[in-house]
């Protein structure tokens, strides 16, 4: 029938991956320090019955607003799912603290395999959500600070204190602030400089059909080459330019180090900001430039005022893949001695340290995820303001 609602099977799924992991999975991993095997604890065993009961509710309450998929029920399920992430991260490190305490000072409580279930299956029903409830860009930022402040508000209170990423973090404190200066720093001068580059490329391919085959033939080329693979192949000739060249060896510029790493990121972010430029002014319509000539607009008030807003959110997504791709794949060039966050995951893999790798891990995802919704909301901004006008 027209009018009956059809049942989210995103949703659906998301909510049974996160009901099994939580309940068939390991809660909790409990170390007698950093190194040792761990014993896994269900999440009937670490956590009190009145807490497992509460996010076993909770679920359940989301699974019926997957269900009715309508507005609201999305509005109201994606304001849950932030609850049930909030609980599920406070219930972790209450019991977490209990562990602790009972086994003593070198304890270390990890985080277990279906902890990671539950917020992936969340994760899938949140991005269902998002779309169906429309909440807009001021809901979904609201939302998103009414999450973070949640977050920030257990971390200060030392609600996650005793959880072993966060002690590493403790651990490696100082270190961990300059890596992700060294991550910001590496991944801001690389998509820079990639879209300096891909911006006017991506234009003049538009522009000019003869060279575009041979622009996207050797773009294609140079997205296919492993990463590590790039960078060692700019160790010999960067060595080389670095001993020539005084000026550039006191700028930093050397085989190892944060240069081989910028190269190789801007050659990787060329590709998506070069065709998403191409692909935003192809998308265009002729007709709306020949109204433009028509109210009598010159060549670059049509390309300011037509073209270039037109073209803006499709440009902007380009440079939120590339952004993204950057922040993931500079964690591999802590390799060649860039710095960065790969430095703690690589640190962790010739330890066994897993929560060493967590601290690497997580900030990464977390960078990427924001770099992503802000581009995002910037693209969005785009869409209203040319819809406005």
Same mark, same amino acid.
């Given at each position: 029938?027209?009018?009956?609602?059809?049942?989210?099977?995103?949703?659906?799924?998301?909510?049974?991956?996160?009901?099994?992991?939580?309940?068939?999975?390991?809660?909790?991993? $409990?170390?007698?320090?950093?190194?040792?095997?761990?014993?896994?604890?269900?999440?009937?065993?670490?956590? +009190?019955?009145?807490?497992? +009961?509460?996010?076993?509710?909770?679920?359940?309450?989301?699974? *019926?607003?997957?269900?009715?998929?309508?507005?609201?029920? +999305?509005? +109201?399920?994606?304001?849950? /799912?932030?609850?049930?992430?909030?609980?599920?991260?406070?219930?972790?490190?209450?019991?977490?603290?209990?562990?602790?305490?009972?086994?003593?000072?070198?304890?270390?409580?990890?985080?277990?395999? &279906?902890?990671?279930?539950?917020?992936?299956?969340?994760?899938?029903?949140?991005?269902?959500?998002?779309?169906?409830?429309?909440?807009?860009?001021?809901?979904?930022?609201?939302?998103?600070?009414?999450?973070?402040?949640?977050?920030?508000?257990?971390?200060?209170?030392?609600?996650?204190?005793?959880?072993?990423?966060? =002690?590493?973090?403790? &651990?490696?404190?100082?270190?961990?602030?300059?890596?992700?200066?060294?991550?910001?720093?590496?991944?801001?001068?690389?998509?820079?400089?990639?879209?300096?580059?891909?911006?006017? %490329?991506?234009?003049?391919?538009?522009?000019?059909? &003869?060279?575009?085959?041979?622009?996207?033939?050797?773009?294609?080329?140079?997205?296919?080459? #492993?990463?590590?693979?790039?960078?060692?192949? %700019?160790?010999? #000739?960067?060595?080389?330019?670095?001993?020539?060249?005084? =000026?550039?060896?006191?700028?930093?510029?050397?085989?190892?180090?944060?240069?081989?790493?910028?190269?190789?990121?801007?050659?990787?972010?060329?590709?998506?900001? $070069?065709?998403?430029?191409?692909?935003?002014?192809?998308?265009?319509?002729?007709?709306?430039?020949?109204?433009?000539?028509?109210?009598?607009?010159?060549?670059?008030?049509?390309?300011?005022?037509?073209?270039?807003?037109?073209?803006?959110? /499709? /440009?902007?997504?380009?440079?939120?893949?590339?952004?993204?791709?950057?922040?993931?794949?500079?964690?591999?060039?802590? *390799?060649?001695?860039?710095?960065?966050?790969?430095?703690?995951?690589?640190?962790?893999?010739?330890? &066994?340290?897993?929560?060493?790798?967590?601290?690497?891990?997580?900030?990464?995802?977390?960078?990427?995820?924001?770099?992503?919704?802000?581009?995002?909301?910037?693209?969005?901004?785009?869409?209203?303001?040319?819809?406005?006008?």
């Amino acid at each position: 029938m027209a009018g009956r609602r059809k049942i989210s099977r995103v949703g659906g799924a998301g909510v049974t991956v996160a009901l099994a992991g939580l309940v068939l999975g390991d809660f909790v991993l $409990v170390r007698r320090n950093r190194l040792t095997p761990g014993v896994p604890l269900s999440v009937f065993e670490a956590l +009190a019955e009145l807490q497992w +009961a509460l996010l076993l509710a909770g679920l359940a309450a989301l699974l *019926l607003f997957s269900i009715k998929p309508g507005r609201r029920q +999305a509005a +109201a399920g994606m304001l849950l /799912i932030v609850l049930l992430v909030l609980a599920l991260l406070g219930f972790l490190g209450s019991a977490a603290a209990e562990l602790s305490e009972a086994g003593g000072s070198f304890t270390r409580v990890s985080i277990g395999s &279906s902890m990671w279930l539950a917020l992936f299956g969340l994760f899938i029903v949140l991005t269902d959500m998002v779309g169906r409830a429309r909440l807009g860009l001021v809901g979904n930022v609201l939302l998103a600070v009414g999450f973070v402040a949640g977050l920030a508000f257990s971390a200060l209170a030392g609600a996650y204190h005793f959880l072993s990423p966060v =002690l590493e973090f403790i &651990s490696h404190r100082d270190r961990f602030f300059a890596e992700l200066g060294n991550h910001l720093f590496i991944t801001s001068l690389s998509i820079g400089l990639a879209a300096a580059i891909g911006l006017p %490329l991506g234009l003049l391919i538009f522009k000019y059909r &003869s060279p575009r085959a041979s622009v996207f033939a050797v773009l294609n080329i140079v997205q296919t080459v #492993p990463s590590l693979a790039l960078f060692g192949l %700019l160790i010999a #000739p960067l060595a080389f330019i670095s001993g020539e060249w005084p =000026l550039l060896r006191s700028l930093g510029v050397r085989g190892i180090g944060w240069a081989p790493a910028v190269i190789a990121l801007t050659l990787y972010g060329l590709l998506p900001i $070069v065709r998403n430029t191409f692909a935003g002014f192809a998308a265009v319509d002729k007709a709306v430039m020949e109204v433009g000539r028509g109210m009598g607009m010159g060549p670059l008030q049509i390309f300011a005022r037509v073209e270039l807003p037109i073209a803006a959110p /499709i /440009i902007l997504s380009g440079l939120r893949i590339a952004c993204v791709q950057n922040i993931g794949n500079t964690a591999v060039a802590a *390799l060649i001695g860039a710095g960065g966050f790969g430095i703690f995951i690589f640190q962790g893999l010739g330890q &066994s340290a897993i929560d060493l790798i967590l601290l690497g891990t997580i900030p990464t995802i977390v960078l990427a995820l924001c770099a992503d919704g802000l581009f995002q909301m910037v693209m969005q901004l785009f869409t209203y303001r040319r819809f406005l006008t």
